[in-house]
């Protein structure tokens, strides 16, 4: 018997279609079944959309049942959030079609997970489609998945497409075409991908790495790059566990957007992570795909398969337990190609990298550290976390580590983590407590001094 108030959703269908209008931009449509599954009628539905400054939104409608509902601001003070109303109130057992339809305009430069551009666009953010929220109450039934989602994306003739699920395949609209994709709960977060690419598919042992770019690229370099991506993810399969049983291909997507500058780049290189693959900027894929900034921010973006999408650092630990293990890992995959020599320049580079940041920012201990803080801030402790995974390794053992790392990934697949499920792990595999190592690096600033005397040299941050 239901105790309290709730409802589900049964089914779920995202559209996105890009519009070539000057300027280009963005129309989703969010379509919802519902059924009222609590004790009680509700009045009111609240969701939390997309941000008129951070995503550009414009244009909002929505309706119930077909007919069109005025929305109310909702009472939490986010200016994204909205109430729909009821009227007359929505029963128990009973179904509510829900539509909300929106324009997406290009995003501010910067923002790295949604851009909207001539010939491309990429939706990273998951935000970019409305979120149900719970109804009131201490008790309320929510929170189950969709039996059905939906994602479908509709281009121009010529763009190609990747995109959360399994495609389902497409079919010509209207001189545009529609790609269709069946979400399910094990997939990552809704996101898209397309433009005007060409795609060229290089196999590398037993991995297909696929570049999707504006201009072809030449052969041999492909090849290269291919070979060292490849290697890099058979690296991390076998360090942090494999995630599927037979690999997917691994994606490398040039992007026209600004994107945020990582830590190390070079001039305004960038990328945003994408499931087993990197969304890199023009300014990266200037730097020549063979050399070692492309690769290793690449490298960077692919870490975050395991450490970002397949388990998710809670928000506030996200700068050391998301971008601080991309860091670590893009240093395990250089020890893996050059011994121990690499592993020492890599953690000698992310000292440098460090003292640079801090020279932005006044340092902060990593627990102290909060999402909203300005990046300027948050940046030097994506290479202090890296560091501090280094320095577990020199105490406890790199073995000891790494497994406790597959063991977060293995045990905590599609579900979040902080610092107590990490402690917990390593102490498993060492016998060891932590909390006196956990508060050395976490609750005070700059980095022990033992571990400057181990790494510190004379190398100057890449260019």
Known sequence: MPLGPGYQIERQQLEVRYLQASPAHLHVRATY???????????????????????????????????????????DGDVRSVRVPFDPPWPPKKRRILVFEYDLDPAPPGYALLAVNEGAFHSRDAAVFPLLRPPAGAIVEH???????????????DFLVFASGLEQGSRPRAGETEFRFGVSKGNF???????????????????????????PL??????????????TFQTFRAT???????????????????LTQRPGGAGDAAGVDLPVGALLNRRAFELGVTSDSFLNLAEHELAHTWFGQASEPWRRTEAVLGEGLAEYATVVAAEGRGGEAARRRGAALLLGWFDQSRKQAADKPLLQL?????????????????????????RYGKENVRRALARVVRSLHGSRFGYADL??????ETGEKLADFFRLWLDQTGIPDEVRARYEEKIEPQK
């Open 189 to 215: 977060d809704p996101f898209v991908v397309a433009g005007r690419y060409q795609q060229q598919r290089v196999k590398a042992s037993s991995v297909t790495v696929l570049f999707w770019t504006f201009e």
């Open 33 to 75: 079944r519902l059924r009222n599954i609590g004790n009680r009628e509700l009045a009111l539905l609240e969701a939390t959309l997309p941000g008129e400054q951070a995503q550009g939104r414009r244009n909002l409608r929505a309706w119930t049942d077909g007919r069109d509902v005025t929305l109310q601001a909702a009472g």
């Open 240 to 258: 942090f566990g494999p995630l599927w049983k037979t690999p997917p291909p691994i994606r490398v997507i040039e992007t026209p957007a600004q």
């Open 370 to 394: 909060d999402p909203s803080d300005a990046y300027e801030q948050r940046v030097f402790s994506y290479s202090k976390g890296a560091l501090f995974f280094l320095a577990l390794e020199d």
């Open 423 to 428: 402690r917990s792990a390593l102490e498993l």
């Open 218 to 231: 030449p052969a041999a370099q492909a090849q290269t790059a291919a070979a060292r991506l490849a290697g």
């Open 143 to 157: 929170g189950r998945p969709p039996t059905e989602s939906r994602l479908d994306v509709r281009t121009p003739q």
